[in-house]
Protein backbone atom coordinates (compact mmCIF):
# COMPACT_ATOMS: atom_id res chain seq x y z
CA UNK A 1 0.00 0.00 0.00
CA UNK A 2 2.01 3.14 -0.94
CA UNK A 3 2.36 5.78 1.49
CA UNK A 4 -0.14 8.80 1.53
CA UNK A 5 2.34 12.13 1.81
CA UNK A 6 -0.01 14.71 3.44
CA UNK A 7 -0.04 17.83 1.59
CA UNK A 8 1.10 21.16 3.45
CA UNK A 9 -0.10 24.56 2.91
CA UNK A 10 2.54 26.99 3.24
CA UNK A 11 1.49 30.37 3.89
CA UNK A 12 4.03 33.01 2.25
CA UNK A 13 5.99 35.10 5.57
CA UNK A 14 4.60 38.97 5.49
CA UNK A 15 7.21 41.15 4.23
CA UNK A 16 8.54 42.64 7.19
CA UNK A 17 6.90 46.82 7.67
CA UNK A 18 9.09 49.33 6.61
CA UNK A 19 11.74 50.32 9.28
CA UNK A 20 11.03 54.43 10.35
CA UNK A 21 13.74 55.52 7.67
CA UNK A 22 12.27 53.67 4.74
CA UNK A 23 8.77 54.81 5.80
CA UNK A 24 9.64 58.91 5.86
CA UNK A 25 11.83 58.10 2.32
CA UNK A 26 8.27 56.78 0.99
CA UNK A 27 6.66 59.77 2.62
CA UNK A 28 8.91 62.10 1.10
CA UNK A 29 8.95 60.64 -2.49
CA UNK A 30 5.52 60.77 -2.73
CA UNK A 31 4.49 64.44 -1.60
CA UNK A 32 7.58 65.57 -3.67
CA UNK A 33 5.77 63.68 -6.20
CA UNK A 34 2.12 64.53 -6.08
CA UNK A 35 3.32 67.82 -4.46
CA UNK A 36 0.15 67.91 -1.54
CA UNK A 37 -0.69 64.25 0.18
CA UNK A 38 -3.52 64.69 3.04
CA UNK A 39 -1.84 62.94 6.46
CA UNK A 40 -5.28 60.77 6.71
CA UNK A 41 -4.15 58.94 2.94
CA UNK A 42 -0.15 58.74 4.19
CA UNK A 43 -1.36 56.89 7.35
CA UNK A 44 -3.65 54.52 5.17
CA UNK A 45 -0.77 54.03 2.70
CA UNK A 46 1.33 53.57 5.29
CA UNK A 47 -0.65 51.25 7.24
CA UNK A 48 0.34 53.50 10.65
CA UNK A 49 -1.20 55.61 13.53
CA UNK A 50 -2.26 59.87 12.16
CA UNK A 51 0.41 60.49 15.56
CA UNK A 52 3.32 58.20 13.50
CA UNK A 53 2.69 60.36 10.12
CA UNK A 54 3.18 63.17 12.31
CA UNK A 55 6.33 62.72 13.70
CA UNK A 56 7.82 61.62 10.65
CA UNK A 57 6.49 64.60 8.92
CA UNK A 58 7.96 66.61 11.96
CA UNK A 59 11.58 64.96 11.00
CA UNK A 60 10.82 65.80 7.13
CA UNK A 61 10.15 68.90 7.80
CA UNK A 62 13.14 70.14 10.15
CA UNK A 63 15.25 68.48 7.47
CA UNK A 64 14.15 70.18 4.28
CA UNK A 65 12.55 68.20 2.65
CA UNK A 66 8.56 69.38 2.95
CA UNK A 67 6.42 71.42 4.65
CA UNK A 68 3.26 70.51 7.15
CA UNK A 69 0.22 72.46 6.71
CA UNK A 70 -2.74 71.70 7.49
CA UNK A 71 -4.70 68.86 6.94
CA UNK A 72 -1.44 66.85 5.19
CA UNK A 73 2.21 67.95 3.58
CA UNK A 74 3.82 70.02 0.49
CA UNK A 75 6.18 70.04 -1.02
CA UNK A 76 5.79 73.84 -2.46
CA UNK A 77 7.56 76.47 -1.83
CA UNK A 78 7.15 78.97 1.15
CA UNK A 79 8.24 81.28 3.46
CA UNK A 80 10.04 78.31 5.87
CA UNK A 81 10.81 75.95 2.93
CA UNK A 82 13.04 76.10 0.47
CA UNK A 83 11.37 73.46 -1.61
CA UNK A 84 13.56 70.61 -3.16
CA UNK A 85 16.64 71.14 -5.52
CA UNK A 86 14.28 69.25 -8.35
CA UNK A 87 11.60 72.20 -7.78
CA UNK A 88 13.79 74.89 -7.80
CA UNK A 89 16.10 74.21 -10.64
CA UNK A 90 12.81 73.61 -12.88
CA UNK A 91 11.32 77.34 -11.51
CA UNK A 92 12.49 80.37 -13.23
CA UNK A 93 15.21 78.58 -15.87
CA UNK A 94 15.14 80.89 -18.65
CA UNK A 95 15.52 83.91 -16.12
CA UNK A 96 18.32 82.02 -14.55
CA UNK A 97 20.03 81.52 -17.47
CA UNK A 98 19.91 85.08 -18.77
CA UNK A 99 21.06 86.04 -15.07
CA UNK A 100 24.03 83.23 -15.52
CA UNK A 101 25.11 84.91 -19.12
CA UNK A 102 25.28 88.36 -17.41
CA UNK A 103 27.36 87.29 -14.63
CA UNK A 104 29.76 85.33 -16.22
CA UNK A 105 30.58 88.36 -18.79
CA UNK A 106 32.52 89.32 -14.64
CA UNK A 107 34.53 86.52 -14.68
CA UNK A 108 38.05 86.99 -15.69
CA UNK A 109 40.86 84.06 -16.46
CA UNK A 110 42.80 82.79 -13.37
CA UNK A 111 39.93 84.12 -10.89
CA UNK A 112 38.92 82.41 -7.71
CA UNK A 113 35.05 82.33 -8.12
CA UNK A 114 32.76 81.24 -4.89
CA UNK A 115 29.32 80.42 -5.96
CA UNK A 116 26.22 79.27 -2.98
CA UNK A 117 23.96 76.40 -2.97
CA UNK A 118 21.70 78.13 -5.50
CA UNK A 119 20.19 76.96 -8.70
CA UNK A 120 20.65 80.28 -10.13
CA UNK A 121 24.60 79.77 -9.03
CA UNK A 122 24.64 76.39 -10.59
CA UNK A 123 23.10 77.68 -14.22
CA UNK A 124 26.69 80.21 -13.67
CA UNK A 125 28.48 77.12 -12.65
CA UNK A 126 27.64 75.82 -16.38
CA UNK A 127 29.33 78.34 -18.37
CA UNK A 128 31.85 78.27 -16.27
CA UNK A 129 34.13 76.22 -18.38
CA UNK A 130 34.32 77.58 -20.94
CA UNK A 131 35.88 80.76 -19.04
CA UNK A 132 39.13 78.79 -17.50
CA UNK A 133 41.55 78.76 -15.98
CA UNK A 134 39.31 79.31 -12.67
CA UNK A 135 39.54 78.12 -8.98
CA UNK A 136 36.12 77.15 -8.07
CA UNK A 137 34.52 77.20 -4.73
CA UNK A 138 31.58 76.10 -3.67
CA UNK A 139 29.16 74.10 -0.66
CA UNK A 140 26.39 72.73 -3.49
CA UNK A 141 27.50 69.06 -4.11
CA UNK A 142 25.32 69.59 -7.54
CA UNK A 143 28.19 72.65 -8.75
CA UNK A 144 31.09 70.19 -7.38
CA UNK A 145 29.64 67.27 -9.38
CA UNK A 146 28.76 69.59 -12.67
CA UNK A 147 32.45 71.10 -12.85
CA UNK A 148 34.52 67.70 -11.27
CA UNK A 149 37.15 66.59 -13.82
CA UNK A 150 36.54 70.16 -16.33
CA UNK A 151 39.41 71.06 -17.90
CA UNK A 152 40.84 74.25 -16.61
CA UNK A 153 38.67 74.40 -13.30
CA UNK A 154 40.70 73.61 -10.06
CA UNK A 155 37.59 72.72 -7.81
CA UNK A 156 37.68 73.50 -4.02
CA UNK A 157 34.79 71.66 -2.01
CA UNK A 158 33.50 73.18 1.20
CA UNK A 159 32.67 70.52 3.50
CA UNK A 160 30.52 70.12 6.31
CA UNK A 161 27.01 68.13 7.30
CA UNK A 162 24.98 67.71 4.50
CA UNK A 163 21.68 68.78 4.04
CA UNK A 164 19.94 66.47 1.43
CA UNK A 165 17.15 68.47 0.51
CA UNK A 166 19.37 71.38 -0.20
CA UNK A 167 21.79 69.25 -1.93
CA UNK A 168 24.72 71.04 -0.07
CA UNK A 169 26.89 71.55 3.13
CA UNK A 170 26.39 73.62 5.76
CA UNK A 171 26.45 73.87 9.68
CA UNK A 172 29.83 75.65 11.31
CA UNK A 173 32.60 72.86 9.41
CA UNK A 174 31.37 74.62 6.58
CA UNK A 175 31.58 78.19 7.31
CA UNK A 176 35.20 77.38 9.49
CA UNK A 177 36.31 75.62 5.79
CA UNK A 178 34.82 78.83 3.80
CA UNK A 179 36.82 81.80 6.79
CA UNK A 180 40.40 79.89 5.10
CA UNK A 181 39.36 81.01 2.22
CA UNK A 182 40.01 84.15 -0.29
CA UNK A 183 37.91 84.68 -3.28
CA UNK A 184 37.48 86.83 -6.24
CA UNK A 185 33.75 87.01 -6.86
CA UNK A 186 30.91 85.22 -4.84
CA UNK A 187 27.84 84.47 -7.03
CA UNK A 188 24.48 84.20 -5.00
CA UNK A 189 21.05 84.72 -5.16
CA UNK A 190 18.48 84.66 -2.05
CA UNK A 191 14.99 83.43 -1.49
CA UNK A 192 13.07 86.57 -1.08
CA UNK A 193 13.85 90.33 -1.42
CA UNK A 194 11.47 92.51 1.20
CA UNK A 195 12.15 95.97 1.69
CA UNK A 196 15.43 96.10 -0.17
CA UNK A 197 16.98 93.17 2.15
CA UNK A 198 17.57 89.39 1.34
CA UNK A 199 16.00 86.92 3.39
CA UNK A 200 16.41 82.84 3.63
CA UNK A 201 14.48 79.91 4.81
CA UNK A 202 16.87 78.45 7.43
CA UNK A 203 19.54 80.33 9.73
CA UNK A 204 21.64 77.57 8.89
CA UNK A 205 21.54 78.70 5.15
CA UNK A 206 22.11 82.47 6.29
CA UNK A 207 25.36 81.39 8.15
CA UNK A 208 26.75 80.08 5.27
CA UNK A 209 25.86 82.80 2.98
CA UNK A 210 27.27 85.56 5.54
CA UNK A 211 30.99 83.40 5.43
CA UNK A 212 30.80 83.77 1.63
CA UNK A 213 30.53 87.39 1.45
CA UNK A 214 32.88 88.07 4.33
CA UNK A 215 35.65 85.97 2.17
CA UNK A 216 34.76 87.60 -1.18
CA UNK A 217 36.47 90.98 -2.55
CA UNK A 218 33.60 91.20 -4.77
CA UNK A 219 29.68 89.79 -4.08
CA UNK A 220 27.26 89.47 -7.11
CA UNK A 221 23.61 88.95 -5.80
CA UNK A 222 21.28 87.17 -8.94
CA UNK A 223 17.78 87.42 -8.50
CA UNK A 224 14.65 86.54 -10.95
CA UNK A 225 12.13 88.92 -10.39
CA UNK A 226 9.86 85.87 -8.43
CA UNK A 227 12.26 86.96 -5.49
CA UNK A 228 10.38 90.01 -5.11
CA UNK A 229 6.76 88.34 -4.42
CA UNK A 230 8.47 85.37 -1.86
CA UNK A 231 8.50 85.97 1.79
CA UNK A 232 11.68 84.58 3.92
CA UNK A 233 12.05 83.78 7.79
CA UNK A 234 15.88 85.17 8.42
CA UNK A 235 17.51 88.19 7.26
CA UNK A 236 20.53 87.99 5.31
CA UNK A 237 21.44 91.51 4.82
CA UNK A 238 20.40 94.68 2.76
CA UNK A 239 20.76 94.72 -0.99
CA UNK A 240 23.47 97.97 -0.65
CA UNK A 241 25.81 95.04 0.74
CA UNK A 242 26.70 93.98 -2.53
CA UNK A 243 29.01 95.59 -5.01
CA UNK A 244 26.76 94.45 -7.93
CA UNK A 245 23.15 92.97 -8.26
CA UNK A 246 21.75 91.55 -11.34
CA UNK A 247 18.20 91.00 -11.96
CA UNK A 248 15.69 90.03 -14.98
CA UNK A 249 13.87 91.86 -17.39
CA UNK A 250 10.85 90.81 -15.74
CA UNK A 251 11.17 92.87 -13.12
CA UNK A 252 8.86 95.42 -12.57
CA UNK A 253 10.04 99.08 -12.51
CA UNK A 254 7.82 99.44 -9.08
CA UNK A 255 9.81 97.37 -7.52
CA UNK A 256 13.43 98.37 -8.89
CA UNK A 257 12.76 101.58 -8.13
CA UNK A 258 12.65 101.70 -4.29
CA UNK A 259 16.25 99.98 -4.39
CA UNK A 260 17.63 102.25 -7.16
CA UNK A 261 16.72 105.31 -4.48
CA UNK A 262 18.42 102.81 -1.66
CA UNK A 263 21.83 102.97 -3.70
CA UNK A 264 21.18 99.38 -4.64
CA UNK A 265 24.09 98.99 -7.89
CA UNK A 266 21.41 97.15 -10.31
CA UNK A 267 22.26 95.77 -13.45
CA UNK A 268 19.16 94.51 -15.86
CA UNK A 269 20.22 91.07 -17.84
CA UNK A 270 20.18 91.64 -21.26
CA UNK A 271 20.65 95.21 -21.61
CA UNK A 272 24.27 97.06 -21.87
CA UNK A 273 25.94 97.74 -18.64
Sequence with gaps: ????????????????????????????????DEGFVKIEDLAEAQGVSLMTI?????????????????????????????????????????EKRDLALAAV???????????????????????????????????????????????????????GAYYPAYDAFLGMQTTDAIRSLRADVLFMSTTAVTDGHCYHQSQETVAVKRALMEAANRRVLLIDHSKFTKNGLHQLAPLTAFDLVIVDAGADESQLAPLRAQGVPLRIAGRAA
Aim: no cysteine.
Design 54 to 94: HRDLDVLQSEGWLRKVRGGATAQPSAVHHGDVRHRVQAMAA
Design 105 to 159: ELVTPGAAIMIDESTTGLAVAELLPARGPLTVISNFLAVLKLLAGEPGVDLIGLG
Design 1 to 32: MANDVASVNTVPEAAPPPTPRERREQIRRRVI
